[in-house]
């Protein structure tokens, strides 16, 4: 809860990736791209309804997802 008495928009534990053996790999601040930006970028791929082919390839120095029809 911040100074105003909101919730956050996100709880921090539904956000996780799942790896190929099926365990979950759940959003970490201050753990690298692996426990924070991977979990982050995969939670907003799926809630934002993107397309694989839109994602950039991992360790892409950039954007992680890019929509030819939208700017």
Not at 52 to 66: Q, S, V
Request: charged fraction near 35%; avoid cysteine.
């Amino acid at each position: 809860m911040n100074g105003k008495k909101s919730w956050p928009i996100i709880d921090i534990k539904e956000i996780y990736r799942i790896e190929p053996d099926g365990r979950k790999t759940y959003m970490a601040f201050g753990e690298g791209v692996y426990k924070q930006g991977y979990p982050f970028e995969d939670y907003i791929g799926v809630h934002r309804n993107f397309k694989k082919a839109e994602r950039m390839p991992y360790g892409f120095e950039t954007f992680d997802y890019f929509s030819k029809e939208k700017l």
